[in-house]
């Protein structure tokens, strides 16, 4: 079940009187009620808090339930990570949420940032020499009615995106005659839109040979002023650069992970030019550019997603990029039909967090 679908269990205290005189369930409990003191006083006797109920919820859950922010802080610096999940896929946020303590909440992001901040620090780029997509991009992938499926069932694009994309087409071209750029075809969706708008200049980007194919089938290659780049943007920059600079810009690959998408930011709002050192001009138009990305970070959970949205608003503020969020309502989480014979869901929130980004203003 999606932490969206439903609300956590309110009665979550009664679980545990058959074992009551266990220190475990007496934390719990002490959780449960939001008692810090408690809960301080049992993990110094040992009680062990790695403990879940047998609906696997964890001190964290029961935590956030009861509303206590120093319950919570306790537990969350005891050891209990911030992404636990209970049997139902809940996120302690989600009981949070239930119970209306935006107090809570607001922690438990907090402590998803610092928490990722960290990792990201100790583990450096351990990879095994592949490209991030490169799996994906070796295997074929199918259009199939309203979806782009790849090998493994996974949702490349599926059509319930149309009206994000036709927002985010808005975002990065605001006047007939603009150049843009987007990198990920697709379905086409966004490409489709950006046309309606009549940009003067429209480079895509698109490595899987598949897609590039179908490109050519519908005849984009033919049109007077798109520029298609097969290959992946890390190889192409320079022709991307060279095409540029870009009124709007828009990211949407499949495949590659955050890291990619920190690259692609480092890319194209670079002011020097790698280790020469030399002032180039950014990809982005400066100033005046906007750009914009698919929002899918952590889009299976809320907490996930909102602990992703600071973070890449932290890294684009460190490149002189300030970013605006416009929440839209998404119905698609309740919708059971549309994702059937998709492998992994990759959107299961109630609102998507649509980003416009734009140069910071100097003072």
């Known amino acids: 079940m999606s932490s969206t679908e439903s609300q956590p269990q309110d009665q979550i205290g009664d679980n545990n009187n058959a074992t009551a005189a266990s220190k475990e369930a007496q934390l719990l409990a002490a959780c449960h009620e939001g008692n810090s003191r408690q809960v301080q006083d049992l993990v110094e006797q040992g009680a062990e808090i790695f403990v879940t109920d047998e609906t696997g919820r964890t001190a964290l859950h029961f ?46 992001v907090q402590a998803g940032v610092r928490a990722e901040m960290v990792l990201r620090v100790f583990s450096g780029d351990v990879g095994n020499g592949k490209a991030a997509n490169e799996d994906y991009l070796t295997q074929p992938v199918v259009y199939s009615g309203d979806r782009l499926i790849d090998a493994e069932k996974n949702g490349v ?7 994000l994309m036709e927002l985010h087409a808005q975002v990065i071209c605001r006047k ?106 950014p990809i982005l138009k400066q100033p005046g550019g906007i750009y914009s990305f698919f929002n899918g970070l ?24 300030q970013t605006q969020y416009s929440q839209v309502s998404s119905d698609v989480v309740f919708d059971k039909e549309l994702w059937k014979g998709i492998k992994r869901p990759y959107w299961m929130i109630k609102t998507y967090n649509l980003p416009t980004c734009t140069w910071t203003t100097k003072e």
């Not at 120093?70 to 949420?97: F, H, K, M, N």
């Not at 007077?224 to 097969?230: A, E, G, S, Y």
């Not at 996930?304 to 460190?318: G, K, N, P, S, T």
């Open 63 to 108: 935590a956030a339930a009861s509303g206590d922010v120093d319950t919570v802080r306790l537990v969350l610096q005891s050891g209990i990570p911030w992404t636990c999940l209970d049997v139902g896929d809940y996120t302690a946020g989600d009981y949070a949420e239930a119970g209306e303590h935006d107090e809570v909440y607001e922690e438990l």
């Open 157 to 163: 694009m599926m059509s319930w995106e149309a009206p």
């Open 176 to 281: 007939p005659g603009s150049v843009v750029l987007n990198v990920g075809f697709g379905m086409g969706i966004i490409d489709s839109a950006l046309q309606e708008l009549q940009p003067g200049r429209h480079v895509i980007v698109e490595a899987h040979p598949d897609v590039y194919q179908h490109m050519k089938d519908e005849g984009w290659d033919t049109k007077p002023n798109v520029h298609i780049l097969f290959g992946r943007w890390q190889d192409k920059l320079a022709e991307i650069r060279a095409l540029g600079p870009y009124d709007g810009i828009f990211f949407d690959t499949f495949g590659e992970f955050y890291k990619d998408l920190d690259d692609f930011h480092k890319a194209i709002f670079a002011t020097e030019a790698g280790s020469s050192g030399q002032s180039v001009q």
């Open 298 to 321: 952590g889009g299976d959970h809320k907490l996930f997603h909102d602990v992703y949205c600071r973070i890449v608003r932290a890294d684009l503020l460190a490149l002189g990029i």
